[in-house]
Nanobody, 130 residues
Framework: EVQLVESGGGLVQAGGSLRLSCAAS????????IGWFRQAPGKEREGVSC????????YYTGSVKGRFTISSDNAKNTVYLQMNSLKPEDTAVYYC???????????????????????WGQGTQVTVSS
């Protein structure tokens, strides 16, 4: 059974940091890209960042570049999203998802995170207070 389990969300003041974790199981981790998405109340879901478990290539959406860092520990089948200099507009439920296209971060440079993501976690709430 495919499972993605997020953790690490919480309440933080503006300027603070959080590290989200996404623990994956039930599929061949190296054959996938893992993405982080977020959805704020009343807004559409937004692709934040993704990483290829095969070659480590990464992608970030413009609003988080320089503040967020995605990384992967393939030995633990876990992807992390280090979020620094958090802003109130980062407040959202954050989801991790798995795409069977390990080149997704490369294609995302041109198209954004449009690759199909087949498996999703349950989400973790991130709230940034001003």
């Amino acid at each position: 059974e495919v499972q993605l389990v997020e953790s690490g969300g919480g309440l933080v003041q503006a300027g603070g940091s959080l590290r989200l974790s996404c623990a994956a199981s039930g599929f061949t981790f190296d054959d996938y890209a893992i993405g982080w998405f977020r959805q704020a109340p009343g807004k559409e879901r937004e692709g934040v960042s993704c990483i290829s478990s095969r070659d480590g290539s990464t992608y970030y959406t413009g609003s988080v570049k320089g503040r967020f860092t995605i990384s992967s520990d393939n030995a633990k089948n876990t992807v992390y999203l280090q979020m620094n200099s958090l802003k109130p507009e980062d407040t959202a439920v954050y989801y991790c998802a798995a795409s069977p296209h390990p080149s997704s971060p490369i294609t995302a440079q041109a198209t954004g995170m449009m690759a199909p993501y087949d498996h999703w976690g349950q989400g973790t709430q991130v709230t940034v207070s001003s």
